[in-house]
């Protein structure tokens, strides 16, 4: 009998404009001890199986056809109070953020013990004995101790460790692990990988993983299944799907994923989602708007350089200065950027290299140390009128595009604010249609002009962003991890286009990223940041063949796997 | 957090100063103190002397400063009309706003916290809806008409409750309760529901919305699947987490209830400050007037002092953060 069998799951989401269908008829199966992964890009339905199988549906979506057994036991047709006896006895649950998972005003004894009473009732000293050794099993160190804190005093990755751990309290039969380590550093995922690996094995659950990382696929799962649009388009065991896939979707997402082993000139696309529709105007920069008035100061030699840079931000706060404490975000920093190259920073969160882009663009003033952007030492202008002629050269793109674009003003306001404020344009007539153009540029085409921001995906805001950045004419990019929220597919088309303009226009970029892979796509020399230092810069394909920090060897070594991916009969495609 | 307070407390010195300035300078500004004090048939040579008596020729930083250190020990001269000591006047009516206030807050904590959250879980429900809009009434209707019609209803109509004072009250030492005596609690009825009637709604609205908020979130969803009861969920996890915006709302609602109390005051003809104030207003009778404006600045720094430190008791993001 299988542990988890799912069978024929249809899944819809009632609404005005009549019924979506989340996931059709979807049949999945988890032995005991085994790792099942789901793999998709958003709106998959992936993570609707998760919830459908503990009773969470959000409203108004319901459970529209199949079956879902637990240990040959029905449970999908349970009363509230049944389905809820299972949650959390039988079936745990893994989300995706470990930084919101935890309730902030309880302390982790409080929340581990609550949970245990409730399904093992095992009186109040047995209880915290338990807590305490679950805290154990999942790596926590000095439990006795840490179970007294609270979720705040702990990391992302620690925090993550106490949600499997309350994920284990009356050791469930079938854990749903919903993107378990996304929100984690590559070195904290592969421990936190490791570790569910082992419980798994160790205590014979079967686990279901959702994720849209194919790294995570690769390291973990003994089998998988792939969904696309709500249906289940193929399933196999790991080894077979990663390495000899017959799907066309499945082919073309794993040639999406960046590879780390070569750099390509293009990144693949993924065809099968996107058909060719959006293909971006090209333009001839002699003439284009976008190619005029750029007649900036020549400089000689690096275009950006910095010099001993340093950050440091207030940790604690005191009556006197002198008392204050500091952290030191950015700790004495020099590189510099070439005309027309792509520099990458990499490094894990906290390394500051986001510090490091804000001090350049001015967002946050330096502690010490020098911004050159040519000649001029941008941290000694005062005026703010001078300070603006740099502003003007120098655009960011962040990171979160849904919170990155003022929601109340429509894409053309957007596109046009800088034209408007550095006066770039002669007439209204003339903002606007440079707005649209720079629209049909970035893929979006004219129409989303007369759009609000919310209207759009993840991507599509993120070309916004592009456009917006654009708009002033720019000839120095940032780029402060533009895709790490964006699906692999959409990805690929946004740093294609980055690449695209980035030739087209001799852009000078710094680009941002945690993801080596990427970095090694996108960037001609890299700098690899660790608490606020540079570890090593060099030419990216000398470092990732042969890199000289031990840092960046650990750094490397982490990487996910990808090995076992097919890649043969893609690259034709893609390159 | 030491620190924290030590800065909190110099902030209320400059609040309180500023008062005090603004306070002083109704002195100098709105009419002629003399003027109001004496008779019509005062000589000029007789005023004058009072003028000097009462340092009124001084400069004025030397008149301000005499002000603000009498205020700092609670004398604010005497009544122009009464001729006795202001704070003498004010300790008298003080218990009847307080405790009007108290029992106001209670009420609207009582009923504005459950039904903000019941309106929270039963979002679609028939009965969340009819409170809801019910609620709009209670934010709209002003405070005037809704203790008018209340007494005409109560008192007037069906004859239950009185619609004047405050009955019969008790004396415990300088302080007088209508707690005690059934004719003080039947006075309390009508005058602290029309006070507290906004309160409740805008309380039970901030609760609701907060909990709506909450329930969203992921710690909310992964304490339903590790499968605690809604119970717990609601009550243990979501509604602590509301507390912190609505703990800074009730302070300086709080406040509110005791600075704006006039209205009600007046319309019920409750004995308490506030009904003071606005007779002190009538008669040009400043040192009243100048002494109630410094003590609600004193109850809004005060109140807003143990809002903050709540915080650090609710949130223990707030405290020093020790661990890694």
Not at chain 1, 52 to 67: C, D, F, N
Request: proline content about 4%; some cysteine; overall charge negative.
């Amino acid at each position: 009998m299988d542990l988890l069998n799912i069978n024929g799951l249809e899944i819809e989401f009632p609404s005005r404009h009549g019924t979506v269908k989340a996931v059709k008829g979807v049949s999945l199966t988890v032995q005991p001890g085994e790792v099942l992964g789901v793999v998709g890009e958003s709106g998959a339905g992936k993570s609707t199986i998760g919830n459908a199988v503990i009773g969470l549906l959000e409203a108004p979506g319901r459970v529209s056809g199949g079956e879902i057994f637990l240990n040959g036991e029905q449970i999908n047709n349970l009363s509230d109070e049944g389905i809820r006896k299972i949650r959390g006895r039988r079936i745990g649950m893994i989300f995706q953020d470990p930084l919101t998972s935890l309730d902030p005003l309880q302390t982790i004894e409080q929340q581990l013990v609550e949970t245990i009473e409730l399904h093992l009732k095992l009186g109040a000293a047995k209880s915290f004995e338990r807590a305490v050794d679950l805290l154990r099993q999942v790596g926590i160190p000095d439990p006795e101790n840490r179970i007294k804190h609270y979720p705040h005093q702990f990391s992302g990755g620690m925090r993550q460790r106490v949600v499997i751990a309350l994920a284990l309290c009356a050791e469930p039969e079938v854990i749903i692990a919903d993107e378990p380590t996304t929100a984690l550093d590559v070195s904290i995922q592969a421990q936190i990988l490791e570790l569910m690996r082992r419980l798994c094995k160790d205590k014979q659950v079967g686990m279901l993983i959702i994720t849209h990382d194919m790294g995570v696929i690769a390291e973990i799962t003994d089998r998988v299944a792939v969904m696309y649009r709500g249906d289940l388009v193929e399933e196999g065991t790991t080894a077979k799907i990663l390495g000899d896939p017959d799907h066309p979707y499945t082919k073309s997402l794993i040639s999406a994923v960046p590879r780390p082993d070569v750099r390509l000139h293009r990144f693949p696309m993924v065809d099968y989602i996107e058909k060719e529709e959006d293909r971006k105007k090209t333009m001839d920069i002699s003439t284009h708007w976008l190619g005029q008035a750029r007649d900036f100061d020549a400089v000689e030699g690096p275009l950006v350089s910095v010099e001993n840079l340093v950050m440091k931000f207030v940790a604690k706060e005191a009556l006197l200065k002198r008392n204050r404490k500091f952290f030191t975000a950015v700790d004495g920093i020099s590189f510099d950027i070439k005309q027309g190259e792509v520099f990458g920073l990499v490094g894990e969160s906290g390394s500051g290299k986001s510090t490091v882009a804000r001090m350049i663009c001015g967002l946050y003033t330096p502690a010490s140390g020098a911004v050159n952007f040519g000649d001029t030492d941008l941290t000694k202008i005062k005026s703010e009128k001078e300070m603006d002629y740099y502003r003007r050269q120098m655009q960011m793109i962040f990171q979160d595009p849904f919170s990155s674009l003022n929601g109340r003003m429509k894409v053309m306001d957007i596109v046009a604010e800088p034209i408007r404020f550095h006066k770039l344009a002669s007439s209204n007539a003339e903002v606007e249609s440079i707005v649209l153009d720079l629209l049909e540029h970035v893929g979006l085409g004219r129409q989303a002009a007369l759009r609000f921001p919310h209207e759009f995906s993840g991507g599509q805001r993120q070309r916004i962003s592009i456009a917006r950045a654009l708009a002033t004419r720019p000839r120095f990019l940032i780029c402060d991890e533009p895709t790490s929220a964006l699906d692999v597919s959409i990805q690929a088309q946004i740093l294609n286009l980055l690449k695209d303009l980035q030739e087209e226009l001799g852009l000078t970029m710094l680009f941002i990223s945690h993801d080596l892979p990427v970095i090694r796509q996108m960037c001609d020399r890299v700098g690899v940041m660790r608490a606020g230092k540079l570890e090593e810069v060099s030419e990216t394909e000398a470092l990732f063949t042969n890199p000289t920090a031990t840092y960046t060897q650990e750094l490397l070594a982490l990487m996910p796997r990808l090995d076992t991916l097919s890649h043969e009969g893609l690259e034709v495609e893609g390159a | 957090m030491v620190s924290f307070l030590f800065k909190r407390l110099l902030q209320s010195i400059v609040v309180m100063a500023t008062v005090a300035f603004i306070a002083f300078s109704m002195f100098k500004f709105v009419g002629d103190p003399i003027n109001n004090m004496v008779g019509q048939d005062t000589s000029q040579q007789e005023r004058d002397e009072l003028r000097e008596k009462l340092g009124l020729n001084d400069p004025f930083l030397v008149q301000f400063g005499r002000f603000s250190l009498n205020a700092a020990t609670g004398n604010f001269g005497y009544s122009y009309k009464f001729q006795v000591p202001v704070s003498e006047m004010i300790f008298e009516r003080m218990p009847a706003t307080l405790e009007l206030a108290f029992v106001s807050a209670i009420i609207a904590l009582a009923f504005g916290i459950p039904l903000g959250v019941y309106t929270a879980l039963r979002r679609e429900g028939f009965i969340s809806k009819m409170i809801m809009s019910l609620s709009l009434v209670g934010v709209s209707l002003p405070t005037f008409l809704i203790g008018i019609l209340l007494i005409l209803l109560f008192g007037v109509v069906l004859r239950w409750l009185p619609t004047f004072g405050r009955g019969e009250v008790v004396e415990i030492g300088a302080w007088t309760t209508g707690f005690l005596t059934t004719s003080g609690l039947k006075s309390l009825i009508l005058p602290s529901i029309t006070l507290a009637l906004f309160q409740l709604t805008l309380i039970m609205r901030l609760v609701r919305s907060e909990m709506l908020e909450v329930l969203r979130t992921d710690f909310v969803k992964f304490a339903r699947a590790r499968g605690l009861p809604n119970r717990s969920v609601h009550f243990k996890h979501a509604l602590k987490n509301t507390l912190v915006p609505v703990i800074t709302i009730t302070g300086l609602q709080l406040g509110s209830l005791i600075a704006f109390a006039i209205i009600t005051e007046s319309v019920f003809q409750w004995p308490g400050m506030g009904l003071m104030f606005v007779q002190a207003i009538a008669d040009v009778d400043i040192p009243i007037m100048a002494a109630y404006l410094m003590l609600i600045a004193f109850f809004f720094v005060i109140i807003n002092m143990i809002v903050d430190i709540l915080y650090y008791a609710v949130d223990p993001r707030l405290r020093a953060s020790d661990g890694s």
